[in-house]
């Protein structure tokens, strides 16, 4: 695998070298990768949506460095050896940075490349806390880590629902799944919960009938039932929870921020659930209702998950980082980006400054009752 990387690295230095008035002149060319069909779709397709729309309004107002910005985004497809196709290539295309996917696993097939071929990458939606440091220091994160995410919930669960039991479901496919598990866990136990038991499943699951089954027949019963999963699963297994009879409260991250949720269930069962996520329902801040206005008149509908902006957001920390620089070099974007202080995105502040190179942004509890989200409370790392 080092080796495949550094040939991929090689033939896209290759190629760049091949484009010698590329960097000085002509549109600034940055990759958006994003699974627009298969099961992530329903975060990635609204995320890409969001850099699309950044990427036009920075064109409108002149674009950056007196040029205008071009987005190279191909479907990867939800697969990973899609993805690392498409970041080959768009690498060989010249691209400044990369932005783009909102889970790990396929953050972890595309942004080696990058790093490899010296190139930064800014994912604008996986979470794991860990991805700067597994990656290296080309690798950028708009959203918090799941180890915030994941202690928010936890700790509404405890404090605001009362909890003191909970079973955990885990998807055992996804490395954003297991780490979601793993921190909500290690939080709810530190604050004097108790993990009763624990189950698993695999993305593309659809029958949930035997991790019921266990649910149902726990003794004693769990305050809660925590299900890490991305978003098909997630609205399957509210569905098929409900369905069976089982009322307890659902609790998750932000792989439930979906319409999927609502509408896989439908509303007389999409019912006491709620989920942590990236600020921006509720917030009523200037960029928060700016870009829910540009949004909703480029595409007529208002943005449907967090994860929209937070497209929206990466691409604008790109744009913010090359001004700052006064350069599409990219050892001076990957610095500039380095020493983001105070970039008031959509979805929040956003500042390295820890040593993990993790953000710490404000984190939204949202419920859903009716197959309604609502925000219930913000909390702050």
Known sequence: MKILKKLVAATALTAMSAMPGLAQDGPIKIGALYNSTGGMSSLD??????????????????????????????????????????????????????????????????????????????????????????????????????????????????????????????????????????????????????????????MGDTDFSAQIARLKSADPAPDIVFISAIPTEAGLSVKQIREAGLELPIVSGDGFDTDLVATTPGPDLANDVWFSTHTYRGDDRDEVNKFISDYQDEYGIEPENAFAPLGYDALMLVVDAIERAGSTEHDAVRDALEETRDFQGVTGPIAYTRDTMVPPKPISIISVHGGEFEVESIWRP
């Open 45 to 202: 397709g609204p995320s890409l949506k969001g850099a699309q729309l950044a990427a036009k309004i920075v064109n409108e107002n002149g674009g950056v460095l007196g040029r205008q910005i071009e987005l190279l985004a191909p479907d990867t497809r939800t697969d990973q050896q899609e993805t690392a196709k498409a970041a080959q290539r768009v690498i060989s295309e010249g691209v400044v940075a990369g932005i783009g996917q909102s889970d790990t696993t396929f953050v972890m097939a595309a942004a080696p490349l990058f790093q490899e071929a010296g190139i930064p990458f800014v994912t604008s939606g996986a979470t794991h806390p860990e991805l700067p440091q597994w990656v290296g220091n080309y690798m950028f994160m708009a959203p918090f880590g799941d180890d915030d995410q994941s202690y928010a919930i936890a700790d509404y669960a405890i404090d605001e629902m009362d909890a003191k039991t909970a079973v955990v479901w885990t998807d055992q496919s996804m490395d954003f799944t297991k780490a979601l598990s793993k921190f909500f866990k290690e939080r709810f136990v530190n604050r004097g919960g108790e993990i009763l038991a624990e189950d698993s499943f695999m």
